[in-house]
């Protein structure tokens, strides 16, 4: 279970005594793992260390002990490693060193960038937007959208391809093609995967780009 911990506002009176200048920027996609490097090399058994998405803490780690939830992980060094599930994601990441309740000494940002799947294809084309994050076998529920209207959807993992309007179609893995392609198909599609139970797994997203042929 994903730890989630309220922000305390005191944490804004620790003193830090030394923190990292610049934000560091990371680059990522759904399904990515994407590591935060913490980059200190003084841990000691009494050091604790805090990671924060904007003001929400994530984890709590101290010496000794790795912490585990659904998609994130703080290693036996304090890096912390992130399964990306989606472009809510997408934030500034803080990691504080602190030796005992008030007293900090390290402290590191990172920004995290979540992009979507750029997919190009030809008018007349058949184009595929592969679901590369399905990886469990059973029962999946996906349903595909452009620009926020429903384009097609599939109930399980087990059933044949699917057809829900004329150029749509939809594989057992949840991956969606359109045959053949019209430039009014150009924009953004989302695809929002869920387990047989309803809980949302994950959401990835594709821009389309076509041209024509030479």
Not at 11 to 18: F, G, N, W
Not at 37 to 50: N, T
């Amino acid at each position: 279970m994903l730890l989630i911990f309220t922000f305390q506002a005191a944490l804004y009176a620790l003193v830090i005594l030394e923190a990292h200048s610049d934000v560091t920027t990371i680059d990522g996609r759904v399904c990515d793992y994407v590591i935060f490097d913490l980059d200190y090399p003084q841990l000691e058994q009494s050091f604790r260390i805090s990671w924060h998405k904007g003001n929400t803490s994530l984890q709590h780690w101290t010496h000794g002990n790795t912490g585990h939830g659904q998609h994130i992980r703080v290693f036996p060094n304090g890096t912390l490693g992130l399964r990306v599930v989606g472009k809510e994601d997408a934030g500034q990441y803080t990691a504080t060193v602190c030796k005992g309740s008030q007293r900090c000494l390290y402290q590191r940002r990172f920004q995290l960038r979540v992009h979507g799947h750029l997919v190009r294809g030809l008018v007349g084309d058949c184009v595929t937007f592969d679901l590369n994050c399905v990886q469990a076998a059973g029962h999946i529920h996906v349903i595909w959208k452009k620009d926020s209207q429903r384009v097609a959807k599939i109930r399980q993992a087990a059933s044949a391809p699917v057809i829900y309007c004329k150029r749509a179609h939809v594989f057992p893995n949840g991956s969606l093609s359109r045959c053949p392609m019209q430039w009014g198909d150009e924009g953004e599609y989302v695809a929002e995967v869920f387990d047989q139970d309803g809980v949302h797994l994950h959401q990835e997203t594709f821009n389309l780009e076509l041209n024509i042929s030479d």
